[in-house]
C-alpha cells in the first residue's frame, strides 16, 4: 500500500520561518529515504492543508497526517480535522490517518533541561537558588494548550535545582513576559532565564529577541539569557517518527481486526 506522511507545519508570516520548517522536512526526508513525506502549512504558506491533502491523496493510499505542532489548541483540535474529512469525502477510496501532535513529554523536557543547562553555563553567577526560569510559550485561548506548557513548567522544575519556574506567554492569554520577569526581580533573582516554548523561528521569535534586549536596559542589575526554540533537536525528529509508527500501527491493528471481521461474516 503506497503511503505518503504529510507534515502539517504552522506557517509564519515571516518566510525564514517557513524556510526552517521546510529544511526540516528535507531532513526527515534524508533519514527516511523509503517514505515519501510530503508538507503543507496551516496558514501564511504557499501550500496550505486543502492542497497539501488534496497532492496527498492523488499519489497514495494511506496518508498519515503528522502535525509538526507542539501544543494542542483549535488547529490541531478542529481546524486539521475538518480539513481531513472535507478532502476524506472526496476521496472514500484513502484512508487517512491524523496523528497526535507532538505534545508535552520527556523528550521535550530533555531538550528543555538542555537548554537550561546551556544558558546557565553562559552565567557568570551560574546559581540555580537566585536564577529564575520563565518557560514562554505562543498562547492560547485554549487552556489545554495553555496547561501543556504548565506542565512542562513543572517537570522542569521537579529536574532541576531552580526555585523558581514559571511561566509566561506571548498574545492572547496572560501573565505577560514582563509581569514575570517583574516578580521575579521583586522575589530577589538576580539572574533570570528565559525559554521560549517554541518549535521554529517566526516573527514571535524575533519579538522575544528584542524583548530581551529592552530588559535587560530596564533591569540593569539583573543578567538577562535566553535558550533558543527547538526546530532540528535530534528529539523531534524522534519523536515525528514515534508519533508516525504508533499512528501507523494503529492503522495497521484496525485493517487486521476489519479484515478477519469480513472474512469471518463471509464464512
Known amino acids: 500500500m503506497r503511503e505518503t506522511i504529510l507534515l502539517v507545519g504552522h506557517g ?36 496550505l492543508l486543502d492542497d497539501g491533502l488534496e497532492r496527498a491523496a492523488q499519489n497514495a493510499e494511506r496518508i498519515i497526517v503528522v502535525p509538526l505542532i507542539l501544543n494542542a489548541a483549535g488547529h490541531v483540535k478542529l481546524e486539521i480535522p475538518q480539513h481531513i474529512a472535507k478532502v476524506q469525502e472526496n476521496h472514500p477510496d484513502k484512508s487517512f490517518i491524523y496523528a497526535p501532535h507532538l505534545g508535552a513529554c520527556d523528550p521535550i523536557l530533555a531538550i528543555l533541561k538542555r537548554r537550561l543547562k546551556q544558558a546557565m553555563g553562559s552565567q557568570d553567577m551560574p546559581d540555580p537558588k537566585t536564577t529564575g526560569v520563565i518557560l514562554l ?8 494548550a495553555n496547561g501543556e506548557v504548565a506542565k512542562m513548567a513543572r517537570w522542569l522544575y521537579e529536574e532541576s535545582e531552580h526555585e523558581l519556574v514559571e511561566i509566561a506567554f506571548t498574545g492572547i492569554t496572560l501573565p505577560r513576559l514582563e509581569q514575570v520577569v517583574q516578580r521575579q526581580v521583586h522575589l530577589g533573582m538576580t539572574q533570570i532565564i528565559v525559554l521560549p516554548y517554541y518549535l521554529f523561528t517566526g516573527t514571535l521569535i524575533e519579538r522575544i529577541q528584542r524583548q530581551m534586549g529592552h530588559l535587560a536596559k530596564q533591569y540593569p542589575q539583573v543578567r538577562f539569557a535566553h535558550g533558543d526554540y527547538f526546530g532540528f533537536e535530534p528529539e523531534i525528529f524522534e519523536l515525528l517518527d514515534q508519533r508516525r509508527q504508533e499512528t501507523a500501527d494503529i492503522s495497521a491493528s484496525d485493517e487486521l481486526a476489519h479484515d478477519h471481521h469480513h472474512h469471518h461474516h463471509h464464512s
Open 12 to 47: 509564519s508570516r515571516n518566510p525564514a520561518g517557513n524556510r526552517e520548517i521546510e529544511s526540516f522536512a528535507d531532513q526527515l526526508r534524508e533519514r527516511h529515504a523509503d517514505i515519501n513525506i510530503e508538507l503543507c502549512f496551516i496558514e501564511f504558506a504557499k501550500v
Open 137 to 144: 510559550g505562543r498562547g492560547s485561548s485554549d487552556r489545554i
